[in-house]
């Protein structure tokens, strides 16, 4: 069975600075990788995906994230935090052409000024 | 071009009681897929609805119920309604069969609380 471990529960980081968020997934095939963002009562917005090819991806928002097959990560990452990246962010992983969506627990950013 | 919508925004229900959450997929879509999401937790898949039709399901028992109508919006049913079925239920869209199969849209949700 699929599923996706978000080691940091929360992460505190001062505005300015960079940001990783982990994700480590658990899937015997290729996977389909996701992040996703949720701000304090709203829906999940989509950061960015990785399908196949290029093994770091650029989504939205200045946010990039790496597959690693050779880890089963697929980590997000941003050069420069801004005070607005506050929220909960997801990883989340779907088995091709399954479509079933299994999420991580998540992590929570705050972000210091 | 319109986002996922739900309604209603928030419910309050008591313990055994029914609910009916509903759902229009983004335009363009055609399949729509239920998510639990428990306080401080990951959504977790309930359903997925294609042609009308439940296609996939999460573990969960039967007293979560689904439909989906010709205009591909849907509807989650739940029965006898329990004090741990109090969560936030969000609804994503996506288009069948095509290389976006897997990119899901989401909805704001529908916060229920059960007394």
């Known amino acids: 069975a699929q599923s996706v471990t978000q080691p940091d529960i929360h992460i505190t980081v001062s505005e300015g600075a960079s940001l990783e968020l982990r994700c480590n997934y658990s899937?015997?095939?290729?996977?389909?990788l996701f992040w996703y963002v949720q701000s304090p009562g709203q829906g999940l917005q989509l950061l960015l995906k990785?399908?196949?090819?290029?093994?770091l991806v650029q989504g939205i928002k200045g946010f990039e994230a790496e597959f690693k097959r050779s880890q089963s990560s697929f980590n997000l990452r941003k050069p420069s935090v801004h005070w607005s990246d506050a929220a909960e962010y997801f990883c989340?992983?779907?088995?091709?052409?399954?479509?079933?969506?299994?999420f991580g627990a998540g992590t929570i950013l705050r972000v210091k000024s | 071009d319109a986002g996922v919508t739900q309604s209603p925004t928030h419910l309050i229900k008591t313990r055994g009681q029914q609910v009916t959450l509903r759902c229009s997929p983004k335009?363009?879509?055609?399949?729509v897929s239920w998510y639990q999401q428990a306080l401080g937790q990951g959504p977790q898949f309930i359903f997925q609805?294609?042609?009308?039709?439940?296609?996939q399901r999460g573990n969960f028992p039967d007293r979560f119920s689904g439909h989906q109508f010709p205009n591909y919006s849907s509807e989650l049913n739940v029965n006898a309604l329990l004090l741990g079925d109090s969560a936030l239920y969000l609804c994503?869209?996506?288009?069948?069969?095509?290389?976006?199969?897997?990119?899901?849209?989401f909805g704001p949700g529908t916060r229920l609380t059960v007394l």
């Open positions: 335009s363009g879509h055609d399949t």
């Open positions: 989340a992983v779907s088995q091709e052409y399954g479509n079933k969506l299994v």
């Open positions: 899937y015997g095939a290729t996977p389909y």
């Open positions: 609805y294609y042609e009308e039709e439940e296609r």
């Open positions: 990785y399908f196949s090819g290029d093994t």
């Open positions: 994503a869209s996506s288009l069948y069969g095509t290389y976006a199969y897997n990119e899901q849209f």
